[in-house]
């Protein structure tokens, strides 16, 4: 017998090993193998397929042992893997790497959390043997006080009798309750003396398995708030176009209550004894929504993140093996990774947001399209929810492949934000600018912060300043390893690429003139902030980027704290746009709508709305109507008019006949062709020999090869190729001819050392 393995190396196909006669019962499909790999290696494997058909044409190596009793793979989450790996054109290997917590790829990599408990030893579990306990420590009073309170806490003091058997030949039961050595040694009691009751024989310490996971609470379903009228029809057109369709869109503006409509159709799948997945774009996003599902199904709720540790995540993961998996699971887009036996919805909310696009490294798949496809698999529906649909989703409901619910009217009536805009241009011209604060913009935030409301100022650019630049003769610090500037960040005094991480050290004078006067160019969220400071001392303020939210309490201590009060102003990048729900947010200031605009990308209109439409939607969600300061260069745009109006409509079709004129999504599937080296000229050559063959099979549908708007990252050269493949172009040909070529390249000796990788529907 031989089976077919899956190893976590970014290696195309599987690899065939002999099962030794003792290991045939053991070896099943979805089950670890530790096998060995090359000369010397060893790797944790998954069995993919059992079978009898003996390789030819190499030395079949032996399967060295088996690490599981039960798969730890299900049937429907290899298939799953399959399909991302021959869609997204990646090994499946590196499927493998993506979805498997590191606990789970390595032969030890994953240990049990134990802890420290103590109960009495057998001599001693008996009425009469405790009296001569307490007498025996007469003499030690400390030891003596420790035991009563041992006795006390584990309530055997209060009714000894029914808690005391008598002695027999059997292990002592567990106690009820068990305690816990800490438990002792916090009521007051050192080391040292509970170690004296342990070395007397009259205690004992054994260590028991307690796992990380939070069990919630009991599920308070009473908690669930009734439903609009508006709400109400949403939610039973949902379920009627369940009955039609496996996905549908719920197309619902901010604040109108989507949340509240999910709750509900997780508390209908729950009575049909359904799981649910529930998909966030952003780990920020799981504070807020945790709190109010915990709220409602307690201990049937699960949460899967990367903040979350490895071995946390390994529980997870078993326990929806279990007899007793979570019913609902709340996560970002690694959770789709997860094992459901009984999927029956999927729920991904704002699901136009990139964050669900895998980037690097791969495989470079889109969070919601595994979803959808998983719930195909499995025969589950499909919600998608946003106040801002991505094109490719809207066209897919507007031509009927999809279902489609709208939601336009905001919970309890409460009116979309005013949005005032500001044209900054005039303003710098008449020399009215403070910083990159409009006086409007000023005068809203210090009315709104005398009321004891709370304001939100969005700037998508982390950091305190983009980059540094010589007073005299214009010299900038570049990144040497990548093609880009570097970003100033003045609390670790240090400069940084944001593409490769390395940092360095601030330059006391400019290495091309020797001057000492450098000037910060731009504005990041760490320079609003000490602007924002200086222009409102009394302001309790709060940053969210990505140098602040480093960890999961990061994440948590900041929105707890403004959602409570205790921080009145926060700044911002893209993260708090997505989702979020303050109830006392009176005014959201966009400082710099153009930065968005202005990307060299065809996508940058569509991004460019959705982000200030949602961040825009932060502000008067409870209460009276919020106000919006739009700050531009250029107020008279189509794209700014429709944000203003909250004109999704005219948006998208405008949006819709450029991309038909120019032949992009979704009237056309992309697929970008990257090639890295770290010689310019060799990915030059490659990029142009890999046109030519492109083109010999796909014509015009290839263009480049081009250098992207960062050529150089981690000091490899880039070339990029884009193929435009019209709709109903046979998917799967298509994929064996660019294999065929990557592998024809890779033959050569030349790029022997060439990079080349391919990114299918590509943000």
Not at 84 to 90: E, H, Q
Not at 440 to 450: F, K, V
Not at 493 to 499: A, D, E, I, K
Not at 717 to 731: A, Q
């Amino acid at each position: 017998m031989f089976a077919d393995v899956i190893l976590p190396v970014p290696l195309d196909g599987l690899f065939t090993y002999s099962i030794p006669q003792q290991l045939t019962e053991q070896v099943r499909v979805g089950v670890r193998l530790l096998v060995p790999f090359g000369r010397s290696k060893a790797y944790v494997g998954i069995a993919a397929e059992i079978h009898n058909r003996a390789p030819e044409g190499y030395q079949i190596k032996d399967v060295l042992q088996v690490l599981d009793v039960k798969p730890v793979l299900l049937d429907s989450q290899l298939r799953l893997w399959r399909w991302i790996s021959d869609y997204y054109m990646s090994p499946v290997g590196e499927v493998y790497k993506a979805a498997l917590p590191s606990g789970l790829k390595a032969e030890d990599g994953y240990r049990p959390k134990t802890e420290l408990y103590i109960r009495l030893t057998p001599q001693f579990d008996s009425e009469a043997a405790l009296h001569v306990a307490l007498n025996m420590l007469q003499r030690a009073p400390k030891q003596q006080s420790a035991f009563i309170d041992y006795l006390s806490l584990s309530s055997l003091l209060s009714s000894p009798t029914p808690s005391l058997s008598s002695r027999t030949s059997a292990p002592p039961r567990p106690r009820t309750p068990e305690l816990t050595r800490d438990e002792l040694l916090n009521a007051g009691h050192s080391l040292p003396v509970v170690n004296q009751l342990v070395k007397r024989g009259i205690l004992e310490v054994y260590e028991r398995e307690v796992g990380r996971l939070n069990h919630g609470g009991e599920p308070h379903l009473e908690n669930i708030k009734p439903l609009s009228e508006a709400q109400q029809d949403a939610y039973n057109q949902v379920k009627f176009s369940f009955l039609k369709k496996n996905v549908t869109l719920l197309h619902g503006v901010t604040s109108s209550g989507k949340t509240e409509i999910y709750i509900h159709l997780i508390k209908n799948a729950l009575e049909q004894k359904q799981q649910v997945l529930y998909l966030l774009p952003e780990i920020a996003l799981t504070v807020q929504i945790m709190q109010r599902l915990q709220h409602v199904f307690g201990c049937r709720l699960g949460i899967y993140h990367s903040k979350y540790s490895d071995a946390e995540r390994v529980e997870i993961w078993q326990k929806q093996l279990s007899a007793c998996p979570y019913d609902v699971i709340l996560g970002a887009r690694s959770a789709v990774f997860l094992p459901f036996r009984n999927l029956g919805l999927v729920i991904i909310d704002e699901e136009h947001e990139t964050s669900y696009k895998q980037q690097d490294p791969a495989p470079r798949y889109h969070a919601r399209s595994a979803a959808i496809m998983l719930a195909q698999m499995l025969g589950a529906k499909t919600l998608l929810g946003t106040a801002t649909p991505s094109a490719e989703t809207y066209h897919h409901a507007k031509t009927g492949k999809y279902g489609y619910v709208p939601l336009f009217q905001r919970y309890k009536n409460i009116q979309l934000p005013e949005i005032q805009v500001v044209d900054i241009r005039d303003l710098q011209h008449r020399k009215m600018m403070n910083g990159p604060f409009s006086p409007l913009l000023l005068s809203t935030t210090r009315e709104a912060l005398e009321r004891g409301d709370q304001v939100i100022l969005f700037q998508n650019r982390r950091g305190y300043a983009p980059m540094l630049e010589c007073k005299q003769c214009g010299w900038v610090p570049r990144c040497q390893h990548c093609d880009v500037s570097l970003t100033y960040h003045r609390h670790l005094n240090q400069l940084s690429c944001h593409y490769c991480g390395y940092t360095y050290q601030v330059p006391a004078e400019c290495p091309a003139c020797g001057c000492r006067d450098l000037l910060t160019r731009g504005y990041g969220t760490e320079k609003i902030e000490a602007d924002v400071q200086d222009i409102f001392p009394e302001a309790r303020i709060a940053r969210m980027d990505l140098d602040t939210t480093r960890s999961r309490q990061a994440y948590e201590r900041i929105i707890a704290d403004f959602s409570a009060g205790r921080t009145n102003l926060l700044i911002g990048t893209q993260m708090i746009s997505k989702g979020l729900d303050f109830d006392k947010v009176s005014v959201v200031g966009i400082l710099n709508a153009d930065s968005m605009l202005n990307q060299p990308d065809f996508r940058a209109f569509e991004h460019a709305f959705m982000m200030m439409s949602q961040v825009s939607g932060r502000a008067g969600r409870k209460g009276k109507r919020g106000q919006v300061i739009l700050q531009t260069k250029t107020p008279d745009s189509p794209l700014i008019r429709q944000v203003v109006a909250c004109d999704y409509t005219s948006f998208y079709r405008d949006l819709m006949q450029e991309r038909s004129q120019f032949h992009y999504p979704p009237f056309v599937r992309l697929v970008y062709v990257y090639l890295k080296h770290r010689s310019d000229s060799l990915v030059e050559a490659a990029g142009l020999e890999m046109g030519r063959m492109l083109r010999q099979w796909f014509g015009a549908r290839v263009l480049g090869p081009d250098k992207p708007a960062v050529a150089k990252v981690k000091s490899l050269s880039i070339r990029k190729l884009v193929l435009k493949l019209e709709i109903g172009l046979n998917m799967a040909d298509v994929r064996r001819y660019l294999a065929l070529a990557q592998q024809q390249m890779l033959h050569d000796k030349r790029y022997s050392s060439l990079q080349i990788y391919f990114d299918v529907d590509p943000l």
